[in-house]
């Protein structure tokens, strides 16, 4: 039985200019998952994270943290929170160590420079403890802004586009991280549009637009609902109809018959066995494809059917 | 709802260390600053002046001395909380168990401190240019103390407020320069003619001065629970605005 850490229910946010970023979110985070919220930019889901992380204030609905309700109770829930936001923003002239020690002191935790230093070995950058914040590159400021993030040991860390314009090897870096973090057994709501690190890492994934969740499900059963295999069988002489020993498969012709195409399956490997099955069946009825090509759908490809339908059902 | 003592601090020494970072911006320029006051206004103005027996070197140092507290504790208070708006670091404080008592002691309280600290290099300063005495220690550190808290108060609100560098300097410049100026640090309000007299009296910084001035010589233009009520008055406005901006959220919590 999965144990909710983070409750939200009817959210919404209305800015001043009349902008309705969120629009009556539901949302249940559990305790030790690793939660990927996608949507494309305007979303709302810096709003989102700011709602629960106080910089906005919500104008409606109800979040609970560990239970408990955040608008009464924040003084004591914020402290096992921890928030790495979008921007990096810190005092530029500060050096690193002690713009780590500030923010678990924030938090109201005793200094312990035994857990910093580990925070920042973890982080690579202990050897950069007494640099200028200024002085580094834009990945290791990155770091510096995880670092304070974890200074206080928070159960609930959000991260806001970790690895937005940092580069392949620091954004894999960067997924080790949240590895060993979710070791810890920290739980972890990301944003991303990188579609391909929630799948890396994500158990489950939500989808927002508009400023509504369009979708929440796990990340295998999304892939399954929605997955789709496609292969392209290609001839060098051109089939004039479909044989009627593959009329029960999802298949058509293209490019004047010198393409069959299939499109089917759920992701949990039905598209490639029945691909396989058609192949054979060519073979016996001594119809010689020249090529094949198949592909299996990706969350991108979810994603993109889902953002282009006009009213998807939450 | 428990204090968060440690946030607090956190915060306090944080600010007290950004504030003496660059030794010549903190210490070093008004403690010229007020030095050269001294001896150049000292010097030229100082014969010039009858002040009933008193010298006058020894009667601006309390009016130079405010003049100091006024502009370092604004302008202390206002860039500490207007840079991590700027920077965007304000996140960390909001997304923090930090509430208003902590935001204050640590912000509020560190530029005070540092007001109080240039406070006594200024005097220590003063002592070797000219020959003063303070005839209410205890008083004059209590009206320090309280001088310093209010306008550090006064510059948190304008740090909240100010949404531009332009906007940071503009209270400071524009409304405490001349004020102080005009507030009788250089003069008694005694010796300005009549009507000039009645519109000094509005100005609200010559009831600060003179509080100081008579912690000091033991005499001044009122008597010193004017100005220690006045000043009170204004530290009570000054956090019932802040309250109010905590309630509210206004320019801190979209
Ligand atoms: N401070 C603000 N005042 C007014 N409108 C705002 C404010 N912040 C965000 N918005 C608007 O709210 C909507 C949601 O913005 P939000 O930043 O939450 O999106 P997002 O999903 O994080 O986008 P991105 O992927 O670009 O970071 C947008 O239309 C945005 O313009
Ligand atoms: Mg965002």
Redesign the interface.
Known sequence: MPEPILDIRGLEKT??GGVKALDGVDLTINRGEIFALLGPNGAGKTTLI?SV?????PTGGVIEVFGKNLATQ???L??D???V?Q????????KVI?QV??????????PDDARIEEVLRSLSLWDKRNSQIRALSGGMKRRVMIA?ALAHDPQLLFLDEPTAGVDVELRRDMWRQIDMLRERGVTIILTTHYIEEAEEMADRVGVINNGRILLVDNKDAIMAKLGRTEAHFTFDAPLADIPASLSAFPVHLEEGGTCLIYRGGDGTGKGKREVAEIAQILAREGIVFAGLDTRESTLEDIFVDLLNEPEVSA | MTFNARGAFAIFKNELMRMFRTIFGSILSPVITTSLYLVVFGAAMGERMDLGGVDYGAFIVPGLLMLTLLSESTSNASFGIYMPKFTGAIYELLSAPVGVAETLIGFVGAAAVKSLILAAIILGTASLIVDYSIAYPLLALGYIVLVAASFSLLGFIIGLWADGFEKLQIIPLLVLMPLTFLGGTFYPISALDGVWQTVAMINPVVYLVSGLRWTFLGQSDFPIWVSFGATVAFLLICIAIIGWIFKTGWRLRE
């Not at chain 1, 921007?87 to 500060?94: N, P, R």
């Not at chain 1, 020690?101 to 005793?110: E, I, L, N, P, T």
């Open positions: 800015y001043k700011g992380c106080g910089m906005v204030r924040w003084k004591t914020r402290r929170i921890g928030l936001p921007e990096l923003s810190f005092d530029m002239f500060d002690r020690r500030y923010s678990r002191g924030m938090f109201g935790c005793a304070k």
